[in-house]
């Protein structure tokens, strides 16, 4: 069973892969982490949790769309990284407002793009900004094509695995990853790969054992998931997909991955 922890530690968890590459939030990646070891939900990491500008609009429309006044309750973190019915609270208004005021000037003429892609049933979940948004915001690209596109791609949004073996601070985990078709993205059938869980044994959260469900960012293990919360994390994933797939979005994808 997953450790109940502070909603900030929870979305230090998920937050941390990324910044550690540079993408977003905070200059200092390594105060970050250690704020996430540390466990505690303090102003310090609060702090460094606002400065994360594509995560936070998402957090502050759950929390104002199911009458929270924390963006970072443990339920609108676990909302956007993970997924939970809180979610489908978001009215297609609220979240098609938000597009509006941080990627209208942004996209310019595709930007009705984006509003297909809320129409059509998007929600404020990280697996909707990986894959309806950052495709057309330029967010993903860095002048690279095909496989090290689809890579970042596939990187960048939440995965689910199972921890097949433990080796000090990394695990072996069965985890599947997305494929491109030239028309379509999908998720293919499991392989294998390595990911990071700890640096020099200091980590997040507690142990893991082969057999356990986990989230992945990047190249880490983000958290341990009940089978419910790999149910949800996939649920969102695949709305999303098909939302790319069958509308116009998949016009994005294509021009990131250069087909």
Not at 6 to 33: I, T
Not at 83 to 106: C, I, Y
Not at 138 to 146: E, P, V
Request: aromatic share 10%; charged share 20%; net charge negative.
């Amino acid at each position: 069973m997953p450790d109940v922890v502070p909603g900030p530690v929870l979305f230090a968890r998920y937050a941390f892969p990324p910044n550690s590459h540079g993408y977003c939030g905070p200059a200092d990646h390594d105060e970050f982490f250690e704020y996430g070891v540390a466990g505690a939900d303090d102003r310090g990491l609060r702090a460094m949790s606002q400065q994360f500008a594509g995560a936070w609009p998402y957090l502050e429309l759950i929390a104002q769309s199911i009458g929270l006044d924390d963006p970072l309750d443990r339920r609108v973190v676990e909302a956007y990284w993970i997924g939970n019915p809180w979610l489908d609270k978001v009215s297609t208004r609220a979240v098609g407002n938000s597009m509006e005021d941080r990627f209208r000037f942004m996209t310019g003429s595709a930007f009705p793009r984006l509003t297909e892609s809320v129409l059509a049933g998007g929600v404020p979940h990280h697996s909707f900004a990986v894959l309806c948004i950052y495709p057309w915001t330029g967010l993903l690209s860095d002048g690279r094509k095909s496989e090290h596109a689809l890579t970042v791609l596939d990187r960048c949004r939440i995965r689910w695995g199972k921890v097949v073996r433990v080796l000090g601070d990394q695990v072996i985990v069965e985890s599947s990853p997305l494929t491109w078709d030239g028309h379509r993205l999908g998720v293919g059938p499991p392989e294998i790969e390595t990911a990071e869980r700890s640096v020099n044994g200091v980590s997040m959260f507690d142990d893991l054992k082969v057999g356990d469900w986990v989230s992945l960012h990047w190249e880490w293990v983000c958290d341990r998931l009940t089978e419910e919360q790999v149910g949800y994390l996939r649920a969102f994933t695949m709305r999303h997909l098909r939302i790319v797939n069958e509308g116009n979005l998949h016009a994005g994808p294509a021009t990131l991955l250069g087909t």
